[in-house]
């Protein structure tokens, strides 16, 4: 075999030597079916056992030209091989206080890991803290031992090419395999046991006979189920006839409508069945989807009739990217395209024959379309039929029969019909209870969900309310001249606003600009700081008052330029409305062409007399952190230890470049923060720019402080869990090119988009936990170092805690002193008197990679603004 034969047969034997170094005892039986099911010559192709063969080192020995197709496939697999080596033989480690040289000494030793080549040490839970009683939204699902997963190998004698074909050979005979199983074409599972370890069958094939060849593998272990379990649950789903949306699954029977807005609310689950500490659980958590009652037609022709000349500009801009429902199959599509050179008169190519649409929907769905002229819609879907080939499908939707879903711009920005909307998303705690109850009885009496699971050897049990927690102890809030508690709710925004700031920097030198129109709004904003930077410790100068004659974005950009002198602190701009684009036009001038802090109001905010005062006080506070001061911070007892946050921001609309932002302490009471960005490809979460970004950051605390960190602990957000591994792989060894043997690195991953939910009380009376409240063992992850954290506090609805992965921890710091310090942590974000859900050093990163993404173009990237605090 060769070519690209000879390339996927080097992959698939990589990818069995993986499985089966990583199965344990459980080896798989070879089959010995010379059978070669490809199709392409009818051949024989013999299953062998693994030898292990390295697929980088045989690329080696293939010489290629540089073109297209496998040839550019195979340079770019030896590239990879270069650069891997490269950076395996150049480990960088900081040799000297003042440079960075290579170092020839051996890598430090690697931390343990578990089988799932994720750091685990040997104590992963905390004790500190009072203990309290919680209940989570967590099911238990029990096994019957004598059931399980059994794996089997099916092939066909002559070969069937079709994967429709074999699962129809095969169900002539579902009697004999027991009514249930799972097939993909290849792969069998059933939950019984054959008699024999080779089942033959014979089918009748027109004239011949077809052998069908059931060869037993292995019972598989439990870790190896999840996936099916979850597949499993999405049938009981279907049963209860809920409709799939993504990952979700929504009632359509139940519908909350929201007359004025045209608007109805979709209750329903989301689920996901997993291994933990106490064992196999299914998460259930409450989930609702917005459906919009207008047709996309009718959103059409609104735009037309607002709109003609930029018509098909407005619909690209407004549909493009959105999910839309057709309610003839209940199936949600992505719109990818907008086809205006195409119609329901169009015809194209169906299984039949040529036929348009018109016809096509009346045949097969017993539709009339009634406008004939209206444009397509274009959405594409990925097929997972054929891994090797990066197949799409694309489907032509009609506008008449679709249905937009989810929150658009101009829902989002409409507060009365947000506020209308969340009264029936915002869930407290004892409705979410209450839906976990009544999605364990549906189950529970549904017999067509039962049979699924019994048939599989699962039940559901009811048990999540025997979940341990503990209570941190209140933290301190250190200003200037004062200390204060921050108390069980974890706010102090009345000291924040009435104690002098812990490191004040005074306004001597700055810039106003402002329409003429809004001179009354500039005049409040400088009476109320002369008032409230009195008790805050800062003295304000008069500033420059730059006024305008037009509201345009150029008028502010040639202000920018005139009036910004070298040493100005602080430019100010006074808008007299919300203006994207003018914002972003601003902040690129300020960060990118002539850096200097700057700061963005709202004329309508300094307007209202009643709200003017607290306003004024908090655009003060954002003002003393963007030009080198500080407000508060907690006690901290680490010394020589560097805290960075990393976070990546995406384009919506996935057209522009993904933003990856790092963030470092510079400070021992981490309120002074270096910062760099850099721009990566679309869509790209693992960040490959850290290295560089990592040794700008310790030249400069090097620089400030006077010697190196000794310790580095990074919070990484915005990892998912099918992440773990690569970022445990790819990320963290940039960090140690650098580190090397001198500097420890502790390395925590941060998920906010998580569905579990955990409750304080009982007895129906459930309400959300307090600030501090920590849970690190029975729904945590099986042999995993994690641990949930509430940080906030929440009045409205139902906390959603932060999940914590800790990777790496080489200086050994422990459960607790590494939670305590996350909770802290989440009070140094100066944006809010309070607790944020994550580390300010995420909240940071997060931050700087929105802005650049949304508002800045490329060239900013390369900027070092070595005090981050933007809004």
Not at 71 to 99: F, G, P, V
């Amino acid at each position: 075999m060769s070519g690209r034969g000879n390339l996927l047969g080097l992959f698939n034997q990589e990818t069995r030597t993986s499985e089966i170094s990583s199965s344990g005892d459980d080896h798989e039986i070879d089959s010995g079916l010379d059978v070669d099911h490809s199709g392409s010559s009818g051949g024989s192709l013999r299953l062998e056992k693994c030898i292990g063969t390295d697929l980088l080192t045989t690329l080696q020995h293939i010489n290629i030209s540089i073109g297209r197709g496998r040839a550019q496939l195979l340079h770019t697999l030896k590239k990879e091989q270069s650069t891997l080596r490269e950076i395996n033989s150049n480990k960088y480690i900081l040799h000297s206080k003042d440079s960075f040289t290579e170092n020839s000494k051996s890598p430090p030793s690697e931390p343990s890991t578990s089988k799932n080549d994720l750091f685990y040490p040997n104590a992963v839970h905390g004790s500190k803290g009072s203990s309290v009683n919680l209940s989570c939204n967590y099911l238990e699902l029990s096994t019957d031992q004598s059931k399980g997963i059994f794996h089997y190998e099916v092939r066909f004698l002559p070969p069937v090419d079709s994967v429709h074909l074999r699962m129809k050979y095969l169900n002539d005979h579902k009697d004999k395999l027991g009514g249930t199983k799972t097939f993909d074409g290849i792969t069998l599972y059933l939950p019984i046991l054959l008699e024999n370890q080779l089942t033959v069958f014979v089918s009748k094939v027109k004239d011949m006979e077809l052998q069908i060849r059931i060869l037993f593998k292995k019972k598989e272990s439990l870790k190896n189920c999840i996936h099916l379990y979850n597949v499993l649950f999405d049938r009981v789903m279907k049963t209860l006839n809920y409709v799939r949306f993504e990952r979700k699954q929504f009632d359509p029977s139940r519908p909350k409508i929201i007359p004025l807005a045209k608007l109805e609310v979709w209750p329903g689950y989301v689920t996901a069945v997993d291994e933990y500490e106490g064992g196999l659980m299914l998460c259930c958590d409450v989930s609702h989807r917005i459906l919009c009652q207008k047709t996309v037609l009718d959103m059409l022709v609104d735009i037309y009739q607002q709109n003609v000349d930029n018509y098909q500009d407005t619909v690209k801009k407004t549909l493009v990217g959105n999910i839309v429902l057709t309610r003839y199959n209940n199936r949600t599509y992505k719109i990818n395209e907008i086809c205006f050179d195409q119609s329901p008169k169009s015809e194209f190519q169906a299984r039949t024959g040529s036929t348009s649409y018109l016809e096509y929907y009346k045949q097969y769905h017993n539709i009339n379309i009634k406008d004939i002229n209206q444009p397509l819609l274009l959405s594409i879907k990925k097929t997972r039929s054929n891994p090797d080939f990066n197949e799409n499908v694309q489907f032509c939707l009609i506008p008449e029969l679709c249905y937009l879903t989810g929150l658009r711009d101009e829902i989002r920005s409409d507060n009365k019909l947000m506020r209308e909307i969340a009264t029936f998303t915002r869930v407290s705690p004892n409705q979410r209870q209450l839906s976990l109850n009544k999605f364990y009885d549906n189950v529970s009496k549904t017999p067509a969900a039962q049979d699924i699971l019994n048939s599989w050897g699962l039940s559901l049990g009811k048990n999540f309310n025997k979940l341990k927690g503990r209570q941190m102890d209140t933290e301190q809030i250190y200003f200037s001249k004062t200390t204060v508690s921050a108390g069980k709710n974890a706010e102090f925004s009345k000291f924040a606003v009435s104690n002098e700031m812990l490191q004040v920097v005074n306004l001597n030198n700055w810039v106003i600009i402002h329409l003429r129109i809004d001179i009354r709004a500039a005049t409040n904003l400088l009476d109320h700081m002369k008032q409230c930077c009195k008790s805050l410790g800062m003295k304000v100068s008069k500033p420059t008052m730059i006024s305008l004659d037009r509201d345009r974005i150029d008028a502010y950009i040639q202000a920018l330029r005139r009036n910004i002198a070298m040493d100005a602190q602080i430019v100010v701009c006074i808008c007299h409305n919300s203006r994207e684009d003018r914002y972003s036009a601003i902040k690129k001038i300020c960060c990118s062409e002539l850096p200097i802090p700057s700061q963005v109001v709202n004329a309508k905010t300094l307007l209202n007399d009643q709200k003017n005062r607290s306003v004024v006080q908090k655009i003060v506070l954002q003002m003393n952190c963007k030009i080198g001061g500080s407000l508060w911070t907690v006690k901290i007892p680490f010394k020589n230890v560097m805290v960075c946050g990393i976070d990546s921001y995406h384009d919506p609309s996935n057209r522009g470049n993904s933003v990856a932002a790092f963030v470092a302490s510079m400070n021992s009471s981490y309120t002074q923060w270096f910062s760099k960005a850099v721009f990566q490809t679309k869509s790209e979460e693992i960040v490959n720019g850290l290295t560089a970004s990592f040794e700008i950051a310790l030249q400069i605390y090097l620089k400030r402080n006077g010697y190196l960190p000794e310790n580095v602990i990074i919070y990484r957000d915005g990892i998912g869990d099918g992440q773990l591994i690569t970022c445990s792989k790819y990320e963290i060894p940039q960090f140690e090119m650098v580190c090397g043997d001198r500097i420890k690195i502790s390395f925590i991953v941060v998920q906010k988009r998580i569905n579990t939910r955990f409750f304080k009380g009982g007895d129906n009376q459930f309400e959300n936990p307090l600030p501090g409240t920590i849970v690190d063992q029975h729904i945590t992850r099986l042999k995993m170092y994690d641990f949930f954290l509430v940080s906030q506090l929440v009045r409205q609805g139902t906390v959603t805690p932060s999940h914590f992965v800790v990777l790496r921890d080489d200086a050994q710091h422990g459960p607790d002193i590494i939670q305590k310090l996350t909770y802290k942590l989440c009070f140094l974000y100066y944006n809010w008197a309070g607790t944020v859900r994550i580390p300010a050093c995420c909240m940071y990163a997060h931050k700087l990679a929105y802005l650049i993404g949304q508002s800045i173009q490329r060239d900013v990237a390369e900027t070092l603004l070595e005090k981050l605090f933007y809004l």
